[in-house]
């Protein structure tokens, strides 16, 4: 280690969560790189839907267990698990303006760290939605049955420059 760099003891806390959070977006990308080379672009957004869902579910699982939450029960339960996951997941690299009303969230993404990669990499136009395939995840783990519309598909930002998503999400009791 040169005089001019620093001991790893003297990384933040939030420095060090965003230094985990980007390796693991490089090796996602990496990973999607590595799958479209050998199976296309079709072949690579198929994979994608699957793990990436499958993924999704399997860190709101842990992250319920961590929290001790057995089962969503209200909107606030479901709001702060979700709130909590995006901080805890995605950090600064995905931003967006949130509300819920009548049993309706809506989603207003203003950075997405998936569309900036595929963008660089000139695929965002043929690129499936990583990031709604991993709310999906996040809901399927949660068990509630939920309504996203629009549905999860081809890259919004790419398509129509924003990206908005309306998430109707059923709780038990009408909570």
């Not at 990496?30 to 479209?36: F, G, K």
């Not at 793990?51 to 267990?65: H, S």
């Not at 709310?135 to 129509?160: N, S, Y």
Request: charge should be negative; proline fraction near 3%.
């Amino acid at each position: 280690m040169t005089d001019a760099a620093q001991s790893p003891e003297h990384l933040t806390a939030t420095e060090r969560e965003e230094l985990l959070r980007r390796s693991w977006m490089a090796t996602d990308g990496l990973w999607y790189y590595q799958t479209a080379t050998q199976r296309g672009i079709d072949g690579a957004n198929e994979a994608n839907i699957q793990v990436v869902r499958e993924f999704g579910r399997q860190e709101m699982v842990r992250l319920m267990r961590s929290l001790g939450v057995e089962k969503v029960e209200t909107v606030e339960q479901y709001r702060r698990l979700f709130q909590t996951a995006v901080e805890l997941y995605l950090g600064s690299l995905f931003a967006a303006r949130e509300s819920y009303a009548d049993g309706v969230q809506h989603l207003e993404v203003s950075t997405c760290f998936a569309y900036k990669g595929v963008k660089r990499a000139g695929i965002e136009k043929v690129y499936h939605c990583g990031p709604g395939e991993r709310l999906t995840g996040w809901l399927q783990a949660m068990d509630l049955p939920a309504e996203i519309d629009p549905g999860v598909g081809l890259c919004q930002l790419a398509h129509t420059g924003a990206c908005n998503y309306r998430l109707t999400v059923a709780l038990p009791h009408g909570s």
